[in-house]
């Protein structure tokens, strides 16, 4: 069973709009949420992170927010940029230090 | 500042061969992870250090091995590769406590065929 589903594989949006990408996860114990980028051929970055303690965090461009009785993570991106194409992970913190992410989304920004 | 440094970048194997991914860290992290990216299916976790001299299995374990050589080392071996194990590998480092970001290589392409 996945534990952590992005259940959109692919995103495009217009230069300048807000991008939202979606996360749902399945187990309440969580309690460290993260968002990656990847760019092709190169490994994942560290975008933002967010504690369980907390129901946002912001980042220049770029807003976690986490609702917890939904079990639903989003990431924010205002205003996007041509830049910001990439592949988007989130990512849990499990037991134990292990750490699960989810399917990806492919978010496509046109100028 | 290197980082995560992922050896080799790019290889071919033929089924049935076995290989050694190596990973390294100058971090001085204390959790290393391998993972796995496929098409359509995310990173997969396949075996992460917690610490020096622990190991534990991920998601999809079945046809690896690691070793956690020293602090700095985390190795990911296919002892007899299939085609079903091409895919790109990731190693990521991490302090220990678990509110921190984890650090990824550039990864390593491999081809079994």
């Known amino acids: 069973d996945q534990q952590v589903k992005q259940n959109s594989p692919s995103l495009s949006v217009q230069e300048g709009r807000i991008s939202i990408l979606n996360c749902d996860y399945t187990n309440s114990m969580f309690d460290y949420f993260l968002w990656y980028k990847k760019y092709p051929a190169e490994g994942p970055t560290f975008l933002i992170s967010i504690s369980s303690i907390k129901d946002k965090n912001e980042d220049g461009r770029f807003t976690v927010f986490l609702n917890k009785s939904a079990k639903h993570l989003s990431l924010h991106i205002v205003p996007s940029q041509p830049g910001d194409s990439a592949v988007y992970f989130c990512a849990v913190n499990n037991a134990g230090n292990m750490l699960t992410f989810g399917g990806g989304t492919r978010l496509m920004v046109k100028p | 500042n290197a980082g995560v440094t992922q050896t080799p970048k790019f290889q071919v194997l033929k089924t049935g061969q076995s290989m050694t991914l190596q990973c390294a860290q100058d971090m001085n992290h204390n959790s290393m992870y391998w993972y796995r990216q496929d098409p359509g299916m995310g990173l997969r976790l396949i075996y992460y250090?917690?610490?020096?001299?622990?190991?534990d299995k991920g998601e999809v374990p079945n046809g690896y091995n690691v070793s956690r050589l020293n602090k700095r080392e985390f190795s990911l071996r296919l002892e007899s590769a299939a085609p079903s194990q091409t895919s790109v590998y990731f190693c990521?480092?991490?302090?220990?406590?678990?509110?921190?970001?984890?650090?990824f290589g550039q990864g390593t392409r491999l081809t079994v065929v």
């Open positions: 990521a480092s991490r302090r220990d406590t678990s509110n921190t970001e984890a650090f």
């Open positions: 250090s917690a610490s020096e001299g622990t190991t």
